[in-house]
């Protein structure tokens, strides 16, 4: 089974297209350890537990290598983030085998460097897919992309049009002169195309919060199996209801869509102060079902249909 289809059959299976981010950050975890690792295998513990009760669920975990890795000492010989995200995606496969795990690293680099970070990703931390970037073009991505096959069943989420409004335009939205003079992000939008082709399961980062940039490339990927991995909903401004809009409007295959909300689904209260007073004092279980409720309304606004 390549990664488009097992995309099918967690939609499937939970009803969502929703990408769950987790990206904890420590003070923002209810304290029932002071360790990073400990706090977050707690916590995850009583989310996931609470998730899987309400049978609440994302189309896909999507966790950020760098806010686990920011609490390794290598030199130091502490690798805490390490083995907290080892435990946190250990315990996804535990509780919800049929839900794919994104890693978010951006990796990208001449053939043979990408050729170990690829298998970083998918051997070292054995996730189903992972984020890379593609500047240094086809000799950095294919070492990814060569897992992207039925027998191994990874994906690829290759950077297009990224959630970041003011950094992306810098070089993203420039016009690239050339037989079609087109925006870079399209011409990487082509690109993408190209490499999935060959490879089934590379698909594209593009960020809900250029709506029109999107809309374009929805042009280019619909009735293709090109999945899209899309940030930016929630703190970053983007909606749901919007994207769905896009889509719908593009006629892309919304099965293989995932719509990602990090902080806003691990940690609400990060940016509620009525909220986090709130929940001052409360369990580790009352703080879970605020995100769970928090899921459970992304999963409402995205109004996935089969």
Same mark, same amino acid.
């Given at each position: 089974m390549d990664f488009n289809d097992k995309l099918r059959q967690a939609t499937e299976k939970t009803g969502s297209i929703a990408c769950m981010g987790l990206d904890p950050v420590l003070e923002n975890v209810p304290a029932k350890y002071p360790q990073f690792k400990f706090r977050v295998e707690a916590f995850m513990e009583d989310l996931?537990?609470?998730?899987?009760?309400?049978?609440?669920?994302p189309g896909a975990f999507k966790p950020n290598h760098g806010f686990y890795s920011r609490h390794d000492e290598p030199r130091r010989g502490q690798f805490r983030g390490s083995m907290a995200l080892g435990i946190v995606m250990n315990m996804i496969n535990d509780f919800f085998p049929e839900i794919p795990i994104i890693l978010d690293y951006k990796r990208g680099d001449i053939a043979k460097s990408s050729a170990n970070y690829a298998h970083e990703g998918f051997v070292g931390w054995d996730a189903d897919a992972v984020t890379v970037a593609p500047y240094m073009g086809t000799d950095s991505v294919s070492p990814f992309a060569e897992f992207c096959n039925e027998e191994q069943g990874k994906g690829v989420y290759v950077l297009n049009r990224t959630s970041n409004k003011i950094g992306a335009a810098d070089f993203q939205s420039r016009m690239v002169l050339g037989d079609n003079n087109e925006q870079l992000h399209l011409v990487v939008a082509d690109k993408i195309v190209e490499w999935a082709e060959l490879y089934p399961g590379v698909g594209a980062v593009v960020g809900a919060t250029s709506l029109d940039e999107m809309a374009q490339i929805t042009d280019v990927y619909a009735g293709k199996d090109i999945p899209l991995l899309i940030p930016g909903v929630g703190g970053q401004g983007g909606k749901a209801d919007e994207v769905m809009d896009v889509l719908d409007t593009g006629g892309y295959e919304q099965? $293989?869509?995932?719509?990602? *909300? *990090?902080?806003? $689904? $691990?940690?609400?209260w990060a940016k509620d102060e009525d909220l986090k007073a709130k929940l001052e004092g409360k369990s580790n279980s009352e703080y879970a079902k605020v995100c769970v409720d928090k899921l459970n309304v992304l999963n409402e606004e995205i109004g996935y249909k089969s």
């Open positions: 996931f537990t609470e998730m899987k009760d309400q049978n609440v669920l099965a $293989l869509a995932r719509i990602n *909300s *990090s902080s806003g $689904l $691990l940690q609400p």
